[in-house]
Each structure stands twice: as C-alpha cells, then as structure tokens.
C-alpha cells in the first residue's frame, strides 16, 4: 500500500483561504512544542516573533523595506512562471540593475541633480532587462533550458559587481576596500517618514502589484500568459506565439528584478557593495509560489516572508534564541504552507490507482 | 505618644531604605552589550573567536552585563535594521565585526548618541564609534618564518578570500619572512571570493598542492584546507583559532584572535564612564593575536626561530614590513632601515616580490 496524490475535482473556494490561517496555526503549535522543549516560554517566542517587530511605526516601515525587492522579484517571475518560462535568475538580474542604476549614481557624482534617480530607474530596467534577454534569445534562438541559463548568469552578474568595485568603481579614498563611494544624497530615494528608512520604492512596489494584477485579469496579454501555461496545444491553436510570450515574460520580469537592486543600491544601502542583496532573487521565487502565482497573494507572502526574517532576527535579541532555531521555524511556515496547498488541489489515496489496476 | 513618633520613625526609615534599596537596584540593572555577526557561531574561526570574547566579558562582570548575539546577519540593508534594534532595546555597548558594517554602524551611531559603538576592521570612527583590529601580518611573519624552513617544494600555497588589503598585507608578510629564510621559495595565490566556503576552500587547497605547494596558508574561515592537507601528507597553517584537531599531522600552527581582553576593557570603560573613541591596533604584544600549539613535528631548531621571532615582535626590535622591500616589479617601496607605515599597511595593495601571479584589480 503505498499512498498517492489524486487531484481533486473541483478545489473548494472556501479552503483556498482557510488553508494559509490554518498552517499558521499548525506551525504555531508545532513551534510551540519546540520552544518549550528548548526551555523558553512559547507564548513570548511567538510574541517576539510575529507582533514585536511590526509593533511600532518604524518596525512596519522595516517590514515593508524588506518585503519591496521580495514583491518585486516575485511579481516579474509570476508572469514567466505562469506561462511556464522558468526564470530562476532573477538575483543575477537584480544585480545588473543595481550596476546600471547605480553605476549612473556614481557618474553622477556628488553634485548630481536630483534627475538622475528617474534616469537611474530607467537604467536599473533597461539593466535587468538586458540580463534576461540573453535566456530570451537563447530559448527562442536555440531552445537552450532557461532554467540553466538563467541560473548561471546569475553568478555571472554577481563575479561582475565584485569585479567592478575591486577594481573601477572602488572608492578611491577607501583604503583599497571593495565599495564603491556612497551615492549623493540627492539621487538617494527620498524617504517618505521622517524618522524611518521607509522610501519611495516601497509604493512603487505596491502600484507595480495593482498593474501586475491589472494585466493578468484584464489585458489580452495576460490571457495569453495563462492559456500558453495551462495548455500550450490551445495556445498553438489559437495563433498565440510562445515566442513572443517567452521574450515578454522574460524581459519583464529581468526588469522589475533590476528595479528591486536599484531600490536596495539607492534605498537602504547607498552605495555599491560586492553583496547587495541576501538572496532576494532566489527567495522571490518562494514568495511568488507562497503567493500561488498572483499579484496581490505575492504582497501578501512578501510581507510573510519578510515578518519571518525580522521575528529571526527579534527572538535573538530579545530571548536570545539561536538563529538555527529560528531557520527551523521559517521552514515549518513553509511546510505547513506548502502542505496544506497541496491537500486542497489533490486528496490522499492509499494503494494502487484505479488506472494502474486496470492495466495490470 | 512617644512610641507613634518611634513607629512613625521606623516607617520613615524603613521606606527610605526601600528607596534607596530600589535605587541601588536601578543602578545595578546591568548593562546590555550587543554583538553583531557575520557568520554563524559555530566552533572555529573568525565569529567563533569574537563570540569567546563576548564570554570572556559575561566571565568577568557576570549578572552586570547582559550580552546579546545575532549571528550570520547579512552585510548591506540588513544590517543597519539589526544595529538598530540593538540600540534601541536599550544595548549601550554594540559590537559590530564585520567590515560591511562600517557604514550601517555610523549610520545608527548618529541616531543614538548615548550608544558606544565597536567596530572591528573598518577605518571610519566617530564620536561614538571606534574601530579595532588585530596585526594579522604579524602572526603571518612568523607563519612565513616555518613554511620557508619546512617546504621542500619552495613552492607555498595561499587561500586568499578577496583581494582587500589586510588578506594582501597577510599575504606580503608571508612572503618576506618566506624569503628571509628560503630566497628560492615562492608564493601562489588562489583567490576563492569568499570568507566561509569549505567546498570552494578544500578544492583550491587540492589545487595548490597539485601544483606543488608543501606548505598551504589561509585567509579564509574553514578547517577544509588543513583537512585537505592532512590528507595528502603536506603542511598547513590555521586560521582565526586552533585548528589542531581538523588535521592533528598537517597543522603547523594557526593564528588565533583573541578580542577578550579588549572587550573585557571596553565594556569596563563603559561602566566606569571613561570609554573614549580610539583606533586600536594590536597585535601579538598586547595578546589580540597569538600562535596555536606548534606542532610537534617541527624542528626545534625551527621551533626556537619562530619563537625568537615572535618574543622580537613583541619587544619592537622585528618589524614584518622593514625594508628593503621590493614591489613585483622590482621597484623599491621601502629603502633598507626603515619600516613601512601603517598609514600604508592600511590601504597595500601590491604584492611584494617573491608572491606569483597578479593582484586581481
């Protein structure tokens, strides 16, 4: 007897939403016997966890600030992933538009007008975008697997930004450092309270959602996304070109990624460093399956996720948990996620399939 | 009458002892010391050595310090998030020991203060905000000193993580003393762009000595090159902290930090309110580097050298970078009876003569 998936005919509305609630829930629970078992009272780890960090002005604004390139990233993969394009290198492209954007910062100097930062995010695009065209053009050239090329591009961007400020763009007054000079405070994202690091990436973000979600429910393009994924033979038929889709995808989503490294070079950081971004790239791609593919449940995971790396970072200092345990609780969060999405679309059944029987 | 006014007396006294008492007691709440790092703890290298001295100094003022750790914190956004919810949870003493950290702990610093500052490796100070480092290079004097007596190949293998100047003053100290002892051995660098990769460390380890290293030294954090040294049979030097146990046979020796007495001191300069912001630089005299166990292995000829070199070290009468010192292109850099300054052990980027290939630019 061994158990196997059966998809569910007709997924239930209703658990669609319920499901999130309740592995949140699960993972409490299970988190709680862990806490206790390591000798610290559940109640405070969860508190520390969950509500401490958003529970003041600043902790929110910190909240969103690492949730922006998190949206972002997820948001420009959620189109190729659903058409079937398997963009896995937005972090490559993330930090090509960091180098374009920010590279412009430092050409710009330390008097630049305040009209560089349109110009840098027009750069930071144009940059991620570049990136993604090279596993455009050899998908559509040489149908190369662009989950490879992606992937390894990615580590291509990453050996190019270090090389740069090893070499050419170092800070000349920085003790042969690799960092760039910090950017002019006129072409930094103005900030939108005082008192925070919230900027204006972070609405930004959020209107790229509104439109994201705009395109895939309204907008023909966004009907042909959804139809070449869910079947290519219907796609064909109906004249749709899976190349023209995979060059959009791919274009879009390297170009919301560049964006995501412009918001971190001339947000939070203010310079040109050789890590720029802990993983953004890669963790998008867990946000935007979190968010089962769709604008607003990517904001939704986005903001998660980020609450899950804040609440790490909370329960080290306020009960001094090692990071490793907060690392375990992150991973039920996303099992129990995972889990319980996975048992709304398909029910467990025990012993062969009716198919197989009738085969054998 | 007479017992009212005694009761009453008694009340007075007894609520002015429970004031005091409770303002002793303010007083004794002890202080809140923040510790900021890179890589996870763990039990060798760099963040383990920083996290033995945040022990030493819970060892030493127990119940009137309260240390607090966040370990493996990313050096950009993040880390200016964590320095500042130290700070604002009431830590009056941040340690921050990474060199990324240098603008995110000026940053905070600006906003609290009242908050002392620590930061390890970087060369921005403030009000509030010191900087301290160890001298490396002088450990790496003597580590050159060994390999060049212990090498049949001539031929030293380095592991370097990036090519910033103390890992460059690391290895051109290596290579000095290499030469002051074997003028025909060289050195070979391999540069693996990271501080903490075994996979990538134990495969340049293997390269170098396919290449005919005898002797492997590292800049990086990870016991894989002494392990991959004891396996095919050649030396190794340790890097951070022992390392004697990952490979008892190949380890010559390491190069250990060690930041307890400085934290220690620091943290009682907080409390004693005479904390002023410095530049610290120490090395083997002061204690904040000192040389592992030498393995039994090594001559005692060999043995006596290394430990006149390090007791000159410590008097003053050695110095790593005395000139005369040659850049790769034989172009003198310091003429014969001076020494370098640090102003210019800070900022090197060249190879001296003797190092193999190009500094990456």
């Known amino acids: 007897m061994r158990p196997r998936l059966e998809a569910r005919i007709g997924v239930s509305g209703a658990m669609v939403y319920v499901t999130p609630v309740l592995a949140v829930v699960l993972t409490m629970a299970c988190g709680s016997v862990l806490f206790a078992a390591l000798g610290h009272n559940p109640a405070a780890v969860l508190y520390a966890f969950f509500v401490q960090p958003i529970s003041s002005a600043y902790g929110l604004a910190e909240l969103t600030i690492k949730a922006t390139p998190l949206v972002l990233c997820a948001i420009g993969l959620s189109f190729g992933f659903r058409a079937n394009i398997w963009n896995i290198g937005a972090e490559g492209q993330l930090t090509l538009g960091a180098i374009a954007g920010g590279g412009l910062a430092l050409w710009a100097g330390d008097d630049a007008s305040v009209w560089f930062l349109p110009a840098m995010i027009i750069a930071s695009l144009l940059g991620g975008a570049a990136w993604a065209a090279i596993p455009a053009y050899l998908k559509t050239r040489f149908n190369a697997n662009e989950i490879l090329t992606s992937l390894m591009l990615t580590y291509v961007a990453i050996l190019l930004l270090s090389y740069l400020v090893h070499g050419p763009w170092k800070d000349p007054d920085g003790y042969s450092f690799p960092q760039s000079r910090m950017f002019a405070d006129s072409v930094l994202l103005p900030l939108l309270t005082m008192g925070t690091r919230l900027h204006l990436g972070a609405p930004i973000a959020l209107l790229l959602a509104l439109a994201a979600w705009w395109v895939m429910a309204r907008m023909f393009v966004g009907f042909q996304i959804k139809v070449v994924g869910l079947t290519p033979a219907a796609a064909g038929l109906a004249g749709f070109s899976v190349r023209r889709l995979t060059w959009i995808t791919l274009l879009t989503g390297g170009a919301l990624s560049g964006l995501a490294g412009l918001f971190e070079v001339a947000g939070p950081i203010g310079q040109l460093l050789p890590s720029i971004s802990p993983g953004y790239g890669f963790t998008a791609i867990i946000v935007a399956f979190l968010g089962r593919l769709h604008p607003l449940g990517i904001l939704l995971a986005g903001l998660l996720i980020a609450l899950s790396y804040l609440g790490g970072e909370t329960v080290q200092i306020e009960l001094g948990l090692p990071l490793a345990v907060s690392g375990v609780f992150q991973g039920m969060l996303l099992f129990f996620l995972l889990a319980s999405d996975v048992l709304v679309r398909y029910r467990i059944r025990w012993g062969r399939s009716v198919i197989v029987q009738e085969a054998g | ?361």
Not at chain 2, 65 to 71: D, F, G, H, Q, W
Not at chain 2, 265 to 285: E, F, I, N, P, Q
Not at chain 2, 288 to 305: K, S, T
């Open chain 2, 1 to 361: 009458m007479k017992t009212s006014f005694i009761k009453r007396g008694a009340i007075w006294l007894g609520a002015a002892a429970v004031s005091a008492a409770m303002t002793t007691a303010a007083w004794a709440e002890p202080l809140k010391v923040g510790f900021v790092y890179v890589g996870p703890v763990g039990d060798h290298g760099w963040t383990y050595r920083h996290d033995q001295g945040r022990k030493a100094i819970d060892k030493a003022f127990g119940d009137k310090v309260k240390t607090t750790l966040v370990e493996s914190v990313k050096e950009g956004a993040d880390s200016e998030r964590v320095i500042r919810q130290l700070a604002a949870s009431g830590h009056k003493l941040i340690f921050t020991t990474s060199f990324g950290f240098m603008n995110p702990t000026l940053k905070v610093a600006k906003s609290f203060p009242n908050v002392r500052f620590e930061h390890a490796t970087g060369y921005k100070q403030a009000k509030n905000v010191s900087t301290y480092a160890a001298r490396f290079y002088q450990g790496r004097h003597i580590a050159g000193l060994i390999a060049g007596k212990m090498t049949k190949s001539n031929v030293i293998g380095y592991i370097g993580s990036f090519p910033i100047p103390e890992v460059v003053r690391g290895i051109n100290a290596t290579t000095l003393a290499l030469q002051k002892v074997n003028p025909k051995a060289t050195v070979k660098v391999v540069w693996v762009n990271t501080w903490y990769d075994p996979g990538k460390e134990g495969a340049a380890a293997k390269a170098l000595i396919d290449q005919g290293a005898d002797v492997i030294m590292q800049h990086t954090d990870s016991p894989a090159a002494i392990q991959a040294a004891q396996e095919r049979g050649v030396w190794a030097v340790g890097q951070a902290s022992d390392m004697t146990h990952f490979g008892p046979k190949s380890h010559l020796t390491a190069i250990i930090d060690v930041w307890d007495n400085y934290y220690v001191a620091r943290t009682k300069a907080v409390m004693d309110g005479s904390w002023k912001s410095d530049d610290t630089w120490d090395g083997l005299k002061q204690g904040m580097l000192q040389m592992a166990p030498y393995n039994a292995a090594i001559p005692a000829d060999v043995l006596a050298m290394a430990k006149k070199a390090q007791a000159n070290i410590i008097a003053g009468t050695v110095h790593p970078f005395a000139g005369p010192i040659k850049d790769q292109m034989g172009k003198e850099k310091v003429p014969a009876g001076k020494n370098l300054d640090d102003g210019s052990l800070l900022s090197m980027n060249w190879y001296v003569q003797g190092v193999q290939g190009k500094l990456p630019k």
